[in-house]
């Protein structure tokens, strides 16, 4: 218990000592988790307006005239990417078209016989998972024609993987620019009390005892940057969400509290996880090789 | 504890061999002089014994441990028991007087309450109770000697090593830092003391190790700095 309360004291005497260059990694510990939680919250928008957008899409399976979909529908159910699917009779189609042609539905009695055939209606988990659907449902003989929005899948999954690249790419980056920054100021942090380590080694201070303020400095800029980011950020989150509604209505972005809060907690646990790493990993360095006889 | 040498020799890059297969039995207890020139081997047997320094061969025992195979965790254990003076003191210059002696006591997660007590009573033995606040810049050799003395004794350790304790210091400075060292060892610390001050070796005659060029050239009970008749 005593060397946790030494160990707090250094700590705020090492930040203290160094103030301006804590404050300067502070500020680029914030600015870089702020562009790593802005490309995320970006990333996770566009994953969700997709998978709203994936969500309505249908696939139209018509049968031939006079086939019945039985078989169709038993191959369709055993597939695990599709979420619905609904077999429409000739008589509910009769049904929607009157509805739909509303006032001129009495010209389907023109046509006689109902002409309509069976058909199939069927949804999937995600856009990418229609093409290889259409392309088992066409070998069907019975099968007269399949309709979907095949340019729009297609563009779909495109932005899909592209936001998830740029934005994985964008994560990858931002996590090493922070990680050097923080290794780099522990370092330095270190490298000032070099002599003071060297002693304390010498007198029997175990590695533990001498690392522990580094560590914790190079926690609480790590967590200190990741909460101002998250301040930034909910701020920035909050105006865009209200620009969003009052201009572009249609597009449905994440409001919901609770993911919301949980993404910020992972980006502060981010940053005090990464600073505490990245201070232990410079401290063991250091002590490590200290600590070797000649 | 008491300290076994055991054909120890040590060997650095290139290839200059500092001490050379040496053979020392030391006592629990016992205060000895290591006496010899500037580069014998004194100050290379001295970190050997501290751990600073593996040998290149041989074997070192103190108590029961020997410090070839002890492990990083148990190192700082043992340091803890072996209190050193260094040539340079390496005091630390942003902290204080009784900053200087507790940090020892707190790198061992000792109570602060205990710390302080324990500082003040080594600070007030080495005669330092009125300059405990000030830095080390702000003292003379002498004293930056005795605060050095009361971090090495602070945690009351079985073995002191005193590397050249009162080199440069003035005549009374250095009988004063004697009788501290003496005062140590009569608590039944085991005392190793490298220097050069004749003075010190021939007036407070004690055993005396000398060393040439890392071989060990004399081992006496009570021996005096020169043989008889060598200038």
């Known amino acids: 218990m005593a060397s946790f309360k030494y160990a707090l004291r250094d700590t705020f005497r090492l930040i203290c000592r160094h103030w301006g260059l804590s404050i300067l990694t502070l500020i680029t510990a914030a600015s870089v988790l702020y562009i790593l939680g802005f ?121 899909s993987r592209a936001s998830a690249g740029v934005s994985a790419t964008i994560l990858v980056l931002a996590v090493i620019i922070s990680a050097l920054v923080i290794f780099n100021t522990i370092r330095i942090a270190i490298y000032s009390r070099k002599e003071e380590i060297e002693v304390m080694l010498l007198i029997g201070a175990t590695k533990t005892y001498i690392s522990l303020p580094f560590v914790f400095q190079g926690m609480f800029l790590g967590a200190g ?64 090789r200290a600590l070797r006889p000649r | 504890m008491d300290i076994r040498l055991a054909g120890v020799t040590k060997v650095f890059e290139p290839d200059i061999v500092a001490l050379e297969d040496i053979y020392l039995s030391i006592d629990k207890g016992e205060f000895v002089y290591l006496v010899g020139t500037t580069g014998s081997g004194k100050t290379t047997l001295l970190r050997l014994i ?81 300059r405990r606040f000030l830095k080390p810049p702000q003292l003379s050799g002498g004293e930056q000697q005795r605060v050095a003395i009361a971090r090495a004794m602070a945690n009351s350790p079985s073995i002191f090593l005193a590397d050249e ?41 004690q055993r005396l190790v000398e060393l040439h060029n890392g071989r060990l050239k004399r081992d006496e009970r009570r021996g005096r700095y020169f043989i008889d008749g060598e200038l």
């Open chain 1, 39 to 159: 490309t995320a919250l970006f990333a996770l928008n566009v994953r969700h307006m997709v998978s709203q957008i994936e969500g309505g899409l249908v696939v139209q399976v018509y049968m031939k005239k006079g086939e019945k979909p039985d078989d169709v529908y038993g191959k369709v159910k055993t597939n695990p990417t599709v979420t619905s699917i609904r077999a429409i009779s000739p008589e509910e189609a009769l049904d929607r078209l009157r509805a739909k042609l509303g006032n001129q539905a009495r010209a389907v009695t023109l046509m006689g016989e109902n002409p309509l055939p069976w058909s199939l209606e069927i949804q999937v988990q995600r856009a990418e998972h229609i093409t290889p659907l259409v392309r088992d449902l066409v070998v069907f003989p019975s099968v007269e024609e399949v309709i979907y929005s095949g340019k729009l899948v297609e563009r779909l999954s495109t932005i």
């Open chain 2, 165 to 205: 304790p009162t080199g440069n210091l003035d005549l009374r400075t250095s009988e004063e830092i004697m009788r501290l060292l003496l005062s140590i060892n009569a608590a039944g610390t085991t005392v190793l003391v490298a220097t050069h001050d004749q003075y010190l070796v021939d007036a407070y005659r």
């Open chain 2, 50 to 130: 501290s751990r600073e320094y593996l040998p290149t061969r041989g074997q070192i025992t103190v108590g029961d441990v020997n410090l070839r195979k002890i492990g990083r965790g148990r190192l700082p254990f043992y340091r803890r028991d072996v209190g050193v003076v260094f040539q340079d003191y390496k005091l630390l210059p942003n902290l204080t007087v009784f900053e200087n002696v507790a940090f020892v006591l707190e790198a061992m997660g000792i109570p602060p309450r205990v710390v302080q007590n324990r500082a003040n009573e080594v600070i007030d033995q080495v005669g330092l109770w009125r």
């Open chain 1, 225 to 288: 940057g990741a909460l101002l980011a998250v301040a930034g950020l909910w701020a920035t989150y909050a105006s865009a969400v209200n620009a969003v509604r009052s201009t572009l209505a249609f597009l449905d972005i994440i409001v919901n509290q609770q993911i919301l809060l949980q993404f910020f907690l992972l980006l502060f646990a981010t940053g005090a996880t990464m600073g505490w790493m990245c201070s232990w990993l410079a401290v063991s360095r250091f002590t490590s």
